[in-house]
């Protein structure tokens, strides 16, 4: 049985499913159990997917959407043209869930004491050399040619 969605949780999935792409291609076999499967198994990994019916009329594609959520006990969420957005509520885990994993992009930080010196200095900041400046050039520059001037010969 296709499960049902309120306006608000349809128009809330329609704005996830505006940055995705589609996941499912029915070609010119129609929907067969390999399709079929296949749509299956994409909901149970994302959840929210698309798919696009290539070469059928509009009532046909309206009577495959059904189809689609009647097999695999899903909602239809949206209709545009030759795409389909379909949801399935993916089951809670029955296990807790595992601390979730550091990201690998974020950079990692050594954790540094902040002891107070004599010279108001950080430990941190007294282990780097102070940077060194320079003084500016006291000769001119010389002046670049104008472009699109014509130049004495």
Known sequence: MAMELTPA????LKGRAHR???????????????VLAEIDRALTAHELIKVRILGED???????????????????????????VI????????????????????P????VAAKASPGGRSARSRSRPAPVRRAPSKAPRPPR???GKLRPR
């Open 20 to 34: 995705l792409h589609p996941v499912v291609l029915v070609g010119g076999e129609g929907l067969t159990a390999s």
């Open 145 to 147: 040619p104008r472009r």
């Open 58 to 84: 509009r009532a046909r594609r309206d009577a495959l959407l059904a189809e689609i959520c009647g097999a695999t006990d899903a909602a239809p969420v949206q209709h545009i043209g030759k795409v389909l």
């Open 108 to 111: 990692r930080r050594k954790a």
């Open 87 to 106: 949801y399935r509520e993916q089951a809670p885990a029955s296990a807790p869930a595992a601390p979730a994993a550091r990201d690998a992009r974020a």
């Open 9 to 12: 949780e349809r128009q809330a």
